[in-house]
C-alpha cells in the first residue's frame, strides 16, 4: 500500500511564502502524475497544481505565477512552492499521486493546513 505525507503547512503573512513537501513511500513500480489539491472552508476540493512524471506541469489560474510545482530526484517526492501568498490561498492542502503496483492506483494524503493572515 502506498502512503503520502505532506509536511510544511503553517501561518504565514500575506505577501509569505511557503513550501510544501510531499513524500510517497510503499510498495510501487512507478509514480506518474503527482497533483497538489486545496480545500477552504465550505467550499469544493480543487486542484491547484499537478506534474507528471517527465516534468510537465498545469496550474490553476487562480495561482499561476505565484506557485511552483516540482518532483525530487527521486520522482516519488512532490513539492509545492507558493510565494506571494493571499488569504483566499488559505486551505487545506491535499497531496494526491497515480502510481502502479503494476495496475493503476491513486492515493491521497492526510492534508496539511496552510493559513494566510495577518
Known amino acids: 500500500q502506498v502512503q503520502l505525507v505532506e509536511s510544511g503547512g503553517g501561518l504565514v503573512q500575506p505577501g509569505g511564502s511557503l513550501k510544501l513537501s510531499c513524500a510517497a513511500s510503499g510498495r510501487f513500480i512507478s509514480m506518474s502524475v503527482m497533483r497538489w489539491y486545496r480545500q477552504a472552508p465550505g467550499k469544493q476540493r480543487e486542484l491547484v497544481a499537478a506534474?507528471?512524471?517527465?516534468?510537465?506541469?498545469d496550474y490553476a489560474d487562480s495561482v499561476k505565477g505565484r506557485f511552483t510545482i516540482s518532483r525530487g530526484n527521486a520522482k516519488n517526492t512532490v513539492y509545492l512552492q507558493m510565494n506571494s501568498l493571499k488569504p483566499d490561498d488559505t486551505a487545506v492542502y491535499y497531496c494526491n499521486a497515480e502510481y502502479r503496483t503494476p495496475i493503476v492506483a491513486s492515493t491521497w494524503g492526510q492534508g496539511t493546513q496552510v493559513t494566510v493572515s495577518s
Open positions: 506534474i507528471t512524471s517527465g516534468g510537465s506541469t
